[in-house]
C-alpha cells in the first residue's frame, strides 16, 4: 500500500486529463438527450469541448465573459419559473418596505 500512496504523489491516480474528458463527454450525452427527450426544437447539440474544463489559469477571461445584468438575471428567473408552471407576482411595495425595515436593509 506504501508504494501506491509514493506513486499517487509522483502521478496523482484519477486525477488526469482523461477524468475530464470522460466527465465531459458523459455530460455532452446527457444534455442531447435530455434535449432530445425534451422535444426541443433547437438543432444544436452539444460536444466534448462545450463541457471541458480550461485549467490554464493565466489567461485573462474578463472579456470572454459578458457580465449581466441586474434587468437580465430577472429576466431569466421570470422564465425558469414560467418553464415550470409558476406564477410571477408583482410584489407589494409596502411589505417589501416593511420587510427591509426588519431586516435591517436600507
Known amino acids: 500500500m506504501m508504494e501506491w500512496e509514493e506513486y499517487n504523489k509522483i502521478e496523482p491516480i484519477g486525477h488526469d486529463w482523461r477524468s475530464d ?5 458523459l455530460c455532452a450525452v446527457m444534455v442531447n438527450t435530455a434535449k ?4 426541443s426544437k433547437d ?5 466534448v469541448s462545450d463541457f471541458l474544463l480550461d485549467w490554464d489559469m493565466t489567461k485573462d477571461r474578463s472579456k470572454e465573459t459578458e457580465k449581466q445584468s441586474p434587468e437580465q438575471m ?13 406564477e410571477v407576482k408583482q410584489r407589494d411595495p409596502q411589505k417589501h418596505e416593511q420587510l427591509k425595515k426588519e431586516l435591517g436593509i436600507q
Not at 474528458?21 to 463527454?25: F, K, P
Not at 430577472?74 to 409558476?86: A, E, L, N, T
Open 74 to 86: 430577472k429576466f431569466i428567473m421570470k422564465g425558469m419559473v414560467k418553464s415550470r408552471g409558476g
Open 43 to 47: 438543432k444544436k447539440t452539444f460536444g
Open 21 to 25: 474528458y470522460r466527465t465531459a463527454q
Open 36 to 39: 432530445g427527450l425534451s422535444g
